[in-house]
């Protein structure tokens, strides 16, 4: 049956042997191809790259601190946190699901550090690792009762906005704060802490060194099974274009403090869920039942199991991030985790790119997303404007990005992409 | 694609329905349904709208459970309570509506569920895997990094049957895998058909064409109304297996060519 018109004449790539498709070859033709994508409505890391150079120019006009390097690492320290949360919400917003308790979750969490660690003088790592498992254990509760009763995502987490709060406000207790000493690890992390120059400048180079790695380890890969590999044109001129503006902006944050170890973490958080979303099979399979549950379901993937992880997932990425925020503010309050928290970190993901009906984001998206998010705030505040203001507008920007991602997937569905 | 016969040698049961019924609420979809495929045969699955035939696929394919009846597969009583025990024991489906995971690219689709190295997915390999696979089914597809959303149905089609044999099945079913296909692709389906049935893997074939159906089934087995109705062979005449599908030898079928019999001798 393979003496077919199909049978690709010899000496031609795997991939290659159909004719009447276009392969966009070099760095022209990597441009095109990127011309193509956003025209269907994949807009990939545009509407971010767009946002920040709005931001900017609109804020450090109105007050000019605003691109200080020392205001930007203030913005990078308050970022770490609500890029935690935003971390988890990509973990349900992938499979379509919805988290509204990741806020009261965070708040939840530093009113257990405070108790555990300042008022009952348990040692930290263990304060934490209770604080990880609370998180994981509500993450089971929704998980539960998504597979179970069918109970829609939003409903359920909803009644745990509420629930979470209840709990946070008991266990603080009347007094309703407690203060973590300044001098204490945890706060000197979320305050303080800051790499050394040489690290960070190492890290800033360290991408672009491995995209040309990697991408000389694939085509290797690629040419030695007989297909068609990306020219290292295209590969070389990303990472140079990223190694320079990785290098430009720890230059200029070396200029004021430097770059936090908070944020460091949250980096490096972000790259191992990238990894695990994109290279493992659990990822594939968020993907998948994302997309389409029930095919995923027919191709023997367990679907409750998925989505029992990315509730976990996200409930204890709320968690770490109730921690981060706890450091930064060296107290567990009342007020923890109330406000813009829960608007803000959803807001983040679906700025940075992750859809709001399921199966298409990245990990990136929490990191690109977070940075919009809290420029905006940031920006604000430097403005010295009322926080009622700041919640019309936060609001406003959600919004907005909701749109976006709504009428790129329409246009990606009239263009045959999904 | 390598179709091992790791199972029973040819004429051997595969799989014996005895007494298979499913309800729906107050409907009963299936009742008492009997039905063997053997080693090295193809079964052709026949009927109506309605009469049951892709809910026979769905409960061996285990997306639903029957409400009676046993399954005996390789000799032994199964219970097949989720796709992916269906899928391991070897039974492949290919659904009417492919089932198919429009964001992901076709790679992906391909080996949903079985990736090659969980923890670090092989890429290249199952590229690789997936160009060798298409082209032994002479497949047209233009690139197989592209989601699954930008190709036509043809071509859904041959993806998602080129996924059924990733895992060489001992039985593998098709419900009406030639219904979205032109005719080259309809030939090639029927082609990998018999050559799947020549390695000694058993097939069952759903199908409202009656031109393929007896082009390469072994048996026909007419459902009709959620029951068994008769077997058939290839040789049944055409007539035959209409009033078997309709369930009279009055039907709106043969009433049409009479009628076109008449009209024809009028001319004349």
Redesign the interface.
């Known amino acids: 049956?393979?003496q077919?018109t199909?049978?690709?004449a010899p000496g031609l790539q795997?991939?290659r042997?159909?004719t009447?498709?276009r392969h966009d070859a070099g760095l022209s033709g990597a441009l095109r191809g990127f011309v193509d994508q956003v025209r269907s409505g994949d807009l990939g890391m545009l509407p971010v790259v767009i946002g920040l150079l709005f931001i900017s120019t609109v804020f450090s006009a109105l007050n000019p601190v605003f691109l200080a390097p020392n205001n930007l690492v203030n913005l990078l320290f308050d970022a770490a946190a609500v890029g935690l949360i935003a971390l988890g919400v990509v973990c349900v917003l992938l499979l379509g699901e919805i988290d509204l308790s990741i806020g009261s979750m965070s708040g939840l969490a530093s009113a257990i550090t405070g108790v555990l660690w300042v008022n009952s003088g348990l040692p930290l790592p263990i304060a934490i690792l209770a604080v990880l498992l609370t998180g994981a254990l509500v993450g089971l509760v929704y998980g539960y009762l998504r597979n179970q009763f069918e109970m829609p995502s939003f409903v359920a987490t909803l009644a745990g906005l509420l629930a979470l709060l209840g709990l946070q406000l008991y266990i603080l207790g009347p007094t309703g704060s407690i203060n973590m000493p300044f001098t204490s690890p945890l706060v000197r992390f979320g305050q303080i802490l800051i790499m050394p120059a040489w690290l960070s400048y190492l890290l800033a180079i360290a991408p672009g060194a491995l995209l040309v790695y990697g991408g000389m380890r694939?085509n290797q890969?690629?040419s030695a099974?007989?297909?068609s590999s990306q020219g290292m044109s295209v590969v070389i001129t990303k990472a140079i274009f990223l190694t320079v503006a990785l290098v430009f902006a720890v230059y200029y944050l070396e200029q004021g403090r430097g770059v936090p170890w908070m944020f460091g973490v949250f980096v490096l958080l972000v790259l191992i869920l990238n990894y695990a979303l994109t290279?493992?099979?659990?990822g594939?399979?968020m993907?998948?039942v994302?997309?389409?549950a029930?095919?995923?379901?027919?191709?023997?993937?367990?679907v409750k199991r998925i989505r029992l992880t990315a509730f976990v997932a996200c409930s204890t990425f709320a968690a770490l991030g109730g921690v981060f925020a706890a450091a930064r503010l060296a107290s567990a309050s009342q007020q923890a985790g109330t406000g813009d928290v829960n608007l803000n970190a959803i807001a983040a993901a679906v700025i940075g790119g992750t859809s709001l009906f399921g199966?298409?984001g990245s990990a990136w998206s929490a990191l690109l997303g977070v940075l919009v998010i809290m420029a905006i705030s940031n920006g604000l505040t430097l403005l010295n404007l009322s926080s009622s203001l700041r919640y019309m507008i936060t609001g406003g920007v959600l919004a907005i990005a909701v749109i976006v991602d709504s009428l790129a997937r329409r246009s990606?569905?009239s263009h045959?992409?999904? | 694609m390598t179709l091992e016969a790791t199972g029973p040698g040819d004429g051997e049961p595969i799989l014996r329905l005895r007494g298979i019924g499913k309800q729906f609420g107050a409907v009963t979809a299936l009742e008492d349904i009997e039905l063997d495929v053997h080693a090295g045969e193809v079964v052709a699955l026949v009927g109506d709208n309605g009469a049951g035939k892709s809910t026979l696929v769905k409960v061996l394919?285990g997306?639903h459970q029957p409400t009676s009846g046993t399954i005996e597969y390789l000799g032994r009583q199964v219970t097949l309570d989720?796709?992916?025990k269906a899928?391991?024991m070897g039974i492949a489906?290919v659904?009417q509506d492919?089932?198919?995971?429009?964001?992901?690219d076709v790679v992906?689709n391909l080996f949903?569920?079985?990736?090659i190295s969980?923890?670090?997915?092989d890429e290249?390999?199952m590229?690789?895997r997936a160009?060798?696979l298409l082209?032994?089914?002479?497949?047209?597809?233009?690139?197989?990094?592209e989601?699954?959303?930008?190709l036509s149905g043809g071509q859904r089609q041959t993806v998602a049957i080129a996924?059924s044999l990733l895992l060489d099945p001992h039985i593998i079913m098709l419900d009406e895998p030639t219904a979205a296909l032109g005719v080259?692709q309809t030939a090639?389906v029927l082609?990998?058909i018999e050559?799947v049935r020549d390695r000694g893997h058993g097939v069952i074939l759903i199908s409202h064409n009656m031109e393929d159906v007896r082009a390469v089934a072994d048996r026909i087995v007419v459902l009709r109304l959620g029951k068994n109705n008769g077997v058939y062979t290839a040789d049944t005449s055409h007539q035959e297996l209409v009033s078997a599908i309709t369930g009279a030898s009055e039907n709106s079928v043969s009433r049409r060519a009479a009628r076109k019999l008449e009209e024809v001798g009028e001319d004349k």
């Open positions: 049956m393979t077919d199909q049978k690709s795997l991939d042997a159909d009447r498709v694939r890969q690629r099974a007989n297909l290279r493992t099979k659990w594939r399979s993907f998948a994302g997309g389409n029930e095919a995923a379901r027919r191709s023997g993937i367990n199966g298409r990606r569905a045959g992409r999904a | 394919a997306v989720t796709p992916g899928l391991e489906t659904f492919l089932a198919l995971c429009e964001n992901l992906a949903l569920g079985h990736e969980p923890w670090r997915m290249v390999q590229e690789v160009w060798t082209q032994e089914l002479a497949a047209r597809i233009p690139s197989v990094r989601p699954i959303a930008s996924r080259a090639e082609n990998l050559r």
